[in-house]
């Protein structure tokens, strides 16, 4: 197989695997999602196989109990301590720098900030909000940050959008660049494909990026993120895969593979 | 006065005026507006003159009838052959592509695309729809571009926001790089600060740059824009106007004046 030829070279240095999850693990929809096949029994034989495992999301419309019990609900061997998530980063930063955040997200998303004050907001923080994109409630953080000194925008990740059973959704990037746009100012993006979002996880596995591989359905936030902080990154030719993806101008994954299930096969085989 | 020495060396040989109108004779607002002190005498005094004279708006919230109406309701002498808008541009766009559009549009504006094909789109055009700017018509327009083979997007305008009575609305500008991030692609703008919207305008007036000078509230679009077209142009200290303007790193107007009023008095005191 192409994928098994390719990683020989580097796979058997191989001490933790990095997981997207929707895409990966499972395609999201409004329905809750369905498993991707041959992926419940892959995290399954990760685990077995002695290998460190680290799942890591930027899914931010619900917190990680409610995204963890819903993958469970699908099958899947994972737990609230093996999940890296946007939410919680950004936590961390808003409590470094005194930070009070206006929060335009997902109403699933607003117990991971129960305990960040909020009040007289002096920053933003967008999530994927998604109906709660409502023009009133764009107009109200664009107000705020404009009104603000020096404009502070957190941004939960910078996807472009994402596939949903019932079709693609515009992601929390875009509404980003809207108001990036807006107030004149660049968002901070928490969540991939932001080097210490990578950083963080790996710090968590206790591995290094050499010694780590990321497995994941986008080419830039999860391929291109990963390899800029030194780690080899699949592409799996499931969920948001396009076959342009594989022409990126700037991206090159160091192996492709047909899904979560058959880059296991190769990994494992290598050990 | 500054403005009246400033002008003087170049102000002598100008044959025509073109006025941005929100911000400048009126200020808009869920009530309908209130005109700017001194800016309906200022209309009546230009016409009296013998100079000529154009309304350029990126108005795109009403039909240019309902707009003109509004304006002769707060007193100003103007009627629809006087006013270049984005819409009525647009479409004489529309038909040379032979392009059918998604609207993606204030339901006030959709009149002046009566005799445009909108069946089976291959473009978006997207203007200032306010409270159509919703989620699902966001996600609606994004996936008929992602879907096209070449998205076309063409945007009346590009303001980044915009103050009504009730406090400032994010603009056409920020919904329009939400769309271009998320598929990737550069709209084409319709209106200011585009050079070919300006040109018409003046075309319109049989005048040439040289002899123009366009007076606006917004220091990018209304005074760089026309600036880019080879005309003199003034900033009001009125409207969208904030006193940061005056170090605008790229845009130097070639006069300040404090409101219509000012400008017209300088202007007819040197003809």
Known sequence: ?????EMAA???????????????????GGDGGVPIAGSVEAVRRIKASGLKLRFCTNETQATREEFVKKLQGLGFDISVAEV????????????ERSLR????????????????????????VVGDAAENFTYANLN??????????KPVLISLGKGRYYKETDGLKLDVGAYMKALEYACDVQAEVVGKPAKMFFESALAEMGVPPQQA??????????????????????????????PCDENHPRV????????LAQAVDVILRQL
């Open 101 to 124: 955040p206006h929060l335009l997200v997902h109403n699933d998303l607003v117990p991971e900030f129960a305990e960040i004050d909020k009040t007289n907001p002096n920053c933003v």
């Open 10 to 28: 580097w796979a058997r240095a191989v001490r933790g695997l990095l997981l997207d999850v929707s895409g990966v693990l499972y395609d999201s």
């Open 84 to 95: 890296t998530a946007p939410a919680p980063a950004a936590c961390r930063i808003l409590k």
């Open 213 to 242: 591989i990321m497995i994941g359905d986008d080419i830039v936030n999860d391929v291109g993120g990963a390899q800029r902080c030194g780690m080899r990154a699949l592409q799996v030719r499931t969920g948001k895969y396009r």
């Open 140 to 149: 109200e953080a664009f107000r705020l940050l404009i009104g603000m000194e």
């Open 252 to 259: 090159k994954p160091d192996a492709y593979v047909d899904n």
């Open 1 to 5: 197989r192409e994928g098994g030829r």
